[in-house]
């Protein structure tokens, strides 16, 4: 199958290499990537902080840029490693479109909301996909995943309650070879990012991540993972800043659910030149 | 708009009374924040009754029909308002009683303030009620000289601790039962000074002073959780029968109802008696569920009154996006998943109505375009669990993101606004420039070494200026990789030789 990298704003610029092991593990189960050059952002920020003149030409920039290749037939399907990104795309995109047409604004397209849904419905979180449609169930067996070490996981809000993700995410971690998956206490609590709610209500955001973090590092676990970039990169500012460590003194750190799936025993998932969850009880050194 | 025939001004009334912010809420919250003990009573109470309710909940394999039935039932009550509450006036009335209308706060408590007057009665007694808390009538009637006393525990605690409620179903979330036996020693007229800590011992003493209330009240104030239309008649849902010794025993009755909080049928009661205990109090039932229909001889209260208040309500009907807030039955399961509430408290919301659905419904109420609640549709990080365990289905991430919108709109078309736009506001019309296009993005992305050169030796950002500076307050921020996904793809589509174009080691 030919499928559409969504990489998402956030993964473009800061974590392009969540970007690449989406595309390994897509490419190691044989299908083809594309990467749709017009790509940008799915106007999440925009939308969500209630400025929907400025998401407009967002939104519409995504919407003509995916549908294009799914019209041409170029791909079948687009992907993000992103729940919340998705989310976006299937709920909000369209209600922006409305929001538009309803307010009359210049140049406002009538057909835009009917085509967003038509790109939201053909666009998958990437466990959604590896699990829904391509029939990953088993990562060590299907996809070679390998990292050994404990990690602990975050099922991100949208992901988990606007996509229903249920344990997808979770369930392929645990079919990581050699990986332990620990429960996170309180995990379905927000981390307290919520895009410009970290900025505008800082200290309310800074009292939710407080918290996320110490039941992270009350596992013991040498990392957590999740599905969505933003949550791990607001989650790993606090865990850095806190200087944070496992019991054997390595920093905690996120990783992404992509980044797991694509470590194999060839090429293991590192962390400045250290195996990722190095020195983590059952971890190799 | 569409324009509800009721009698009322064709725009419809803003809400006053409490339900406006008192600050804005980021400030507000920062100083609860402080507050150790409260966020420990708050988390242990809320995670209390969030366990017990998701227990009771799963217990039902139909609840999501349920949900959905009682989502479906309100809207159809909001669809057909003016009728049903022509209606419920009718029925009301042919059964003995007697139905004001009130279009604000200040009307509502004229009118209560005359019903009690012509009774010739200086004390009432009152059964919880958010509707009279929203109007303020207590404050009201306290100073025109008529006392009103609380029986319901938790209201009574906090009206004898002069202060307000902090959640809607638990108005005393935020006391612990020190605290408790210190307001009732310093402020319950004859109550044992040897009165401890125990729970039972508070609850008897507060028995005690509220027998003496009940006995010798002529006059009675009530909300409503329902009004059937069919019937006229009015249901209250309590837990300790204070309020059905309030409903039963004085000569009159006044209850103060939203206007949204009527049913089209007695059956509907079938749904909500069911949605309603489970998600509030976790509950499979309610103990004291009162449900009466006018007036009899001889049984309870001669002169019934109802006073059906609009404060607002008009004006979030007219609301296509925000209307379903009116569907909230006020169980308050939003307040106890709320991660925003949990930290930040009842009492950083300004309004009667705090947490999730007070940061919708206050300023549905009052509009945005007021000022009184701007802040509030910001105080969630969306993070949907309200939406989740909300009995009615109340999409309230949405109807926030829809109130941001309005008070963005409203900020910018401000006659007389400041008119140079906030450092927010370009950040954001910036952003909207580069990311709406791929090609602008990928040529910004090229300035990504420089944020790599900004960071600090540990590779991270601990410091930035202006906006970003409440992210660093408590988080860092990764130095940015020295080149974009796209550029890196870019890369490997020009060498085609190298099929997987992964360079180890990358980011990090």
Redesign the interface.
């Known amino acids: 199958m030919r499928i559409a990298l969504f990489a998402t704003c956030i993964v473009d610029a800061m974590y392009p290499r969540v970007a690449q092991a989406t595309v390994e593990i897509l490419e190691r189960l044989g299908h083809e990537v594309v990467f749709p050059a017009g790509q940008a952002c799915c106007g999440q920020m925009h939308v969500n902080s209630g400025y929907f003149p400025e998401a407009l030409p967002v939104v519409a920039n995504h919407v003509r840029t995916f549908e294009s290749g799914f019209d041409t037939g170029e791909y079948e399907v687009a992907v993000a490693p992103s729940g919340s990104c998705v989310a976006s795309v299937k709920h909000q995109h369209a209600l922006v479109a409305d929001w538009a047409v309803e307010h009359g604004v210049k140049g406002a397209d009538s057909t835009l909301a009917a085509r967003a849904d038509a790109v939201g419905a053909r666009t998958y979180e990437l466990a959604q996909l590896l699990t829904d449609v391509l029939g990953v169930a088993d990562a060590a067996a299907q996809l070679g995943s390998y990292l050994p070490g404990t990690i602990t996981y975050h099922p991100s809000c949208h992901g988990m309650r606007l996509l229903h993700l249920g344990d997808r995410q979770r369930s392929l971690l645990a079919s990581v070879e050699g990986l332990e998956v620990v429960d996170l206490p309180e995990a379905e609590q927000c981390c307290g990012f919520g895009g410009t709610f970290s900025i505008k209500n800082a200290d309310v955001s800074s009292a939710m991540l407080a918290d996320k973090v110490a039941n992270i590092c009350g596992t013991g676990a040498g990392a957590c993972a999740g599905g969505d970039a933003s949550c791990l990169m607001h989650i790993g500012g606090g865990l850095h800043r806190e200087k944070r460590t496992t019991p054997s003194g390595r920093p905690v750190r996120t990783v992404h659910l992509a980044e797991v799936l694509a470590s194999t025993r060839e090429k293991p998932l590192t962390i400045d030149g250290e195996l990722a969850l190095a020195g983590t009880p059952g971890g190799a050194r | 708009m569409s324009t509800v025939s009721l009698g009322m001004p064709a725009l419809p009334p803003r809400g006053f009374g409490n339900i406006s912010e008192t600050e804005p ?2 400030s507000y ?2 100083r609860e ?1 402080q507050n150790d003990q409260l966020r420990a009573n708050l988390r242990h109470a809320t995670h209390t009754i969030r366990d017990k309710r998701l227990r009771v909940v799963s217990e039902l394999p139909d609840w999501e029909e349920l949900r959905e039935a009682g989502s479906a039932i309100k809207a159809e009550a909001m669809e057909r308002l003016p009728e049903l509450l022509a209606q419920f006036e009718e029925q009301f009335t042919a059964r003995g009683g007697t139905v004001h209308w009130a279009r604000d706060a200040a009307e509502a408590n004229r009118i209560v303030e005359g019903l009690v007057r012509a009774t010739g009665s200086s004390e009432v007694v009152k059964v919880k009620s958010m509707a009279t808390q929203e109007i303020g009538l207590n404050e009201y009637l306290e100073e025109r000289g008529i006392a009103a006393f609380e029986t319901d525990l938790a209201e009574l605690i906090v009206q004898l601790g002069h202060d307000k409620p902090s959640h809607i179903l638990v108005p005393a979330i935020h006391r612990n039962r020190t605290e408790i036996r210190d307001i009732f020693l310093r402020e319950m007229p004859g109550v044992d000074p040897e009165l401890t800590d125990e729970p039972r011992r508070l609850a008897m003493a507060a028995r005690a002073h509220l027998r003496r209330k009940f006995l010798s009240a002529k006059v009675a104030i009530s909300g409503a959780n329902f009004g059937i239309a069919e019937t006229g008649t009015l249901g209250v849902v309590e837990s300790e029968g204070n309020g059905r010794m309030c409903l039963t025993l004085p000569e009159t009755l006044i209850t103060v109802m939203g206007i949204e909080k009527v049913l089209p049928r007695a059956e509907d009661l079938g749904v909500f008696m069911q949605l309603l205990p489970r998600s509030s109090t976790g509950e499979r039932m309610n103990p004291y569920t009162s449900l009466w229909t006018g007036s009899t001889p001889g049984d309870g209260p001669k002169d019934v009154h109802v006073v059906l208040l609009d404060n607002g309500r008009t004006r979030a009907l007219a609301d296509r996006h925000g209307r379903s807030a009116l569907h909230c039955i006020r169980c308050s399961a939003c307040m106890n998943v709320c ?2 509430y949990e ?2 408290g009842g009492h950083a919301y300004g309004s009667t109505y705090p947490g999730p659905i007070g940061a919708i419904l206050s300023p549905l109420l009052t509009g945005v375009e007021a000022e009184e609640n701007k802040s509030l ?9 309200c ?2 365990a909300c009995p009615v289905k109340i999409n309230i991430p ?1 109807i926030l ?1 829809h ?7 409203a900020r910018h078309s401000r006659p007389g606004a400041r008119r140079l736009p906030s450092q ?1 506001d370009l950040a ?2 910036g ?2 420039w ?8 990928g040529l910004l ?1 090229r300035g ?1 070494p420089l944020g790599k050169a900004a960071a600090g030796r ?1 590779g ?1 950002i ?1 410091k930035l200026p202006g ?2 500076a ?2 660093t ?6 130095a ?2 020295a ?4 550029a ?2 870019a890369k490997r589509a020009k060498n085609s030789a190298d ?2 174009g ?1 360079k ?5």
């Not at chain 2, 109130?403 to 709109?409: A, Q, S």
């Not at chain 2, 180890?504 to 990090?508: C, L, S």
Request: negative net charge; glycine residues 10%.
């Open positions: 809420f980021p919250a920062r924040l991660p925003v930290r930040a549709p910001y105080a969630s990080s969306l993070c949907g669990a939406f989740d949405e993101v109130l941001r919108g309005e008070d963005v709109e927010f954001m019309a952003a909207s580069a990311m709406s296009d791929g090609a602008r993005m992305e990504l540990d991270v601990s906006l970003g409440g992210w307050q408590s988080r860092d921020i990764p940015p990789p080149e974009s996904f796209r890196q793809w099929p997987h992964i180890e080691g990358e980011g990090k």
